[in-house]
């Protein structure tokens, strides 16, 4: 079995990407991630990620009236990864959704809550509400098992009320800073997250937290993995190479980074900006500006059934790699990587023969401290390890960056 690397020995700051490689101590935790699709019979991707683009800018900004900064977990209810939850003593297990993007635990959409002796209500109310529905209910400690890792006394949001969730899950993971759980809880405290607490108390060695996804071509199949305290090295090829989180705002209170992107060797498509990587967005949005840019270099046109752009055979044959360059460092998305799973068209609305691109329009103009987002059809073929400690945020290439599965 391949060791995990946990604790970082991050060389000097971010500033030097590829002298900044995540090393190899001990064995963290992982735990496999399932890629699900709900069938909506409607194709919403855009505007799912649309909505939840907009709460994260405006939240961000202390926009949106009563809105608090971690009001921003809007669900993107047809694709979505999971991780099977244990809480409670004897554990109940749930569904959850995976999300950097917000930092609340919450369950009680589908399963109820089990109450045993490790419950403990704090009498506290609990309140979100999110780009496609909301949820209100109790604030709760409780024993979460993740994997062979006990975390005791962790802040869980017990829904009493929720609407506009997906029946493929119970609940969310949230799993990015824990300054967004500001202002959810009627006490007025930050609720340290799952890794917080799991390296708090000594469960893990690391504050570390990695992610790795694969291009999926089923509906539902396990095929990601999430490591606490660490990273896997089998999962990825090379360095990790880091970067530190922005200090552009709103994408600084985010997983944020800067970057740049552009088209084929010399045609640039956004340059140096501020955004976010965030497991809970499913396409690759970006601004209006550098969408519109993309659609003209590539031809695409907006297909009115899916809301994706989409291409002929003939431009996806001359369609040229997109560069995501991050702290000096160049992470190419191919062409097969711009598609949408062929064998997942239908799901979408879609025709089974045609070819669509997962790049979509961000719904507002560069220049907002928001940019882009790389949502998990960029994570797909990149690995992604985030550091809170640290503030900092890894990426690397895996065996899957060239693939050509699509």
């Known amino acids: 079995m391949a060791r995990f690397s946990t604790l970082l020995a991050l060389c000097a700051a971010a500033t030097a990407a590829t002298a900044s490689p995540f090393v190899v101590r001990d064995s963290p935790v992982s735990l496999p991630l399932a890629r699900r699709v709900a069938f909506t ?15 994260l800018k405006n939240v961000g900004h202390g926009k949106g009236g009563q809105l608090k900064r971690a009001d921003l977990e809007a669900v993107n209810q047809l ?3 999971t991780v099977e939850v244990g809480i409670g003593s004897p554990a109940t297990t749930y569904t959850l959704l995976v999300d950097t993007g917000s930092a609340n635990t919450f369950i009680g959409v589908n399963q109820t809550y089990v109450k045993t002796s490790t419950s403990n209500d704090t ?10 529905g909301r949820f209100s209910g109790e604030q709760f400690t409780d024993t979460v098992t993740l994997g062979n890792v006990t975390i005791q006394n962790q802040g869980i949001s017990v829904a009493n009320q929720t609407l506009g969730f997906p029946s493929t899950i119970d609940g969310i993971l949230g799993i990015g800073p824990s300054g967004l759980t500001k202002g959810t809880v009627s006490g007025g405290q930050v609720v340290p997250t799952v890794l917080d607490n799991a390296f708090e108390q000594g ?8 992610i790795s996804f694969e291009p999926a071509s089923n509906a539902s199949t396990a095929n990601g993995l999430l490591t606490l305290g660490g990273s896997d090295s089998s999962r990825f090829v090379g360095n990790i190479n880091v970067a530190t989180i922005t200090g552009t705002s709103p994408a600084s209170n985010y997983v944020g980074i800067d970057q740049t992107v552009r088209y084929g060797n010399d045609t640039p498509i ?7 990587v965030d497991t809970g967005t499913t396409l690759i949005l970006l601004a209006s ?4 840019a993309y659609k ?7 297909d009115t059934t899916t809301g994706l752009l989409k291409i002929t055979n003939d431009q996806y044959a001359n369609l040229q790699s997109l560069f995501f360059t991050i702290n000096l460092v160049d992470y190419e998305l191919i062409p097969n990587a711009q598609i949408w799973p062929r064998s997942l068209n239908t799901l979408i609305g879609g025709d089974a023969n045609s070819i669509y691109l997962v790049v979509a329009d961000l719904g507002s103009k560069s220049g907002e401290g928001l940019d882009f987002i790389n949502g998990y059809s960029w994570l797909e073929r990149f690995y992604h390890v985030y550091v809170p400690q640290r503030n900092t945020v890894g990426f690397a290439n895996t065996q899957y960056t060239h693939s050509e599965v699509n």
């Not at 409607?42 to 909505?51: K, P």
């Not at 469960?203 to 990695?210: M, R």
């Not at 956004?270 to 976010?276: C, N, R, W, Y």
């Not at 003209?296 to 907006?302: L, S």
């Open 41 to 55: 019979g409607a194709a919403r991707i855009v505007e799912l990620d649309q909505a939840r683009a907009a709460l």
């Open 79 to 81: 694709t979505h990864y």
């Open 123 to 132: 009498g506290n109310s609990v309140s979100v509400t999110y780009g496609s």
């Open 203 to 210: 469960a893990i060695t690391a504050e570390a937290i990695g």
């Open 270 to 276: 956004l340059s140096q900006t501020a955004g976010i």
């Open 289 to 292: 500006d550098a969408f519109a």
């Open 296 to 302: 003209n270099a590539t031809g695409a046109v907006t």
